[in-house]
């Protein structure tokens, strides 16, 4: 072993070590007061401001990357809420809980998120990993008669999502409640897809 990289893996480890600290600080804060700066962030984190810009060339940067770890979170979750298994009917309650209770938990956040900043293309690798998985649950449904098959997998799929962005804007705009929205979500989707009971 070459013991030059030594030290440059090191240093590699303690900055994605650093970086990770930052996110999971931001995400903490900013879930609570979404105004928060980056000296408080910094100050969650446990490091320096310049350590902050060092990773984040600015908050909105920042705040990109915080959207993208609870993406990864909201991923996890689905992985951990085997949506391969059982009714693709229960997988899908399954889905829409789990895309609900990342909603609710980060809210306030992702109202601050700079989504103008973004392009379409980002948007869509961000969202990707989500629509993925959704995806391969609708074709499943689909295939086992559980879901309509009159109308294409993709159009469920952006239905889908677009009836839980609405129910965001929603509870966002105070006409609803998170738990009304939730009900309304889940029965709408349910409708959508073909579901009768």
Do not use: K
Request: hydrophobic fraction near 45%; glycine fraction near 6%.
């Amino acid at each position: 072993m070459n013991a030059s990289g030594e030290p440059r893996r090191r240093r590699r480890a303690d900055g994605e070590r650093s970086r990770a600290a930052i996110l999971d600080a931001a995400v903490r804060l900013l879930r609570q007061r979404p105004d928060a700066g980056m000296e408080a962030i910094a100050t969650e984190a446990g490091v320096t401001r310049q350590t902050v810009y060092a990773h984040f060339s600015s908050r909105d940067a920042l705040l990109a990357a915080t959207v993208d770890r609870i993406t990864e979170g909201a991923v996890a979750a689905m992985d951990a809420a085997r949506l391969d298994e059982g009714p693709a009917t229960d997988a899908l309650t399954r889905f829409l809980d789990v895309s609900w209770h990342s909603f609710e938990d980060n809210a306030l956040l992702l109202r601050v998120a700079p989504a103008g900043d973004t392009s379409e293309d980002d948007d869509r690798a961000r969202h990707e990993p989500v629509t993925a998985r959704l995806e391969r649950l609708v074709e499943r449904g689909r295939r086992a008669g559980e879901f309509a098959s009159d109308l294409p997998a993709q159009w469920l799929v952006a239905t889908t999502v677009a009836l839980g962005h609405a129910a965001g804007e929603e509870v966002n705009s105070g006409r609803m409640t998170n738990a009304e929205a939730r009900t309304v979500l889940h029965a709408t989707v349910f409708r959508a897809l073909g579901v009768t009971d």
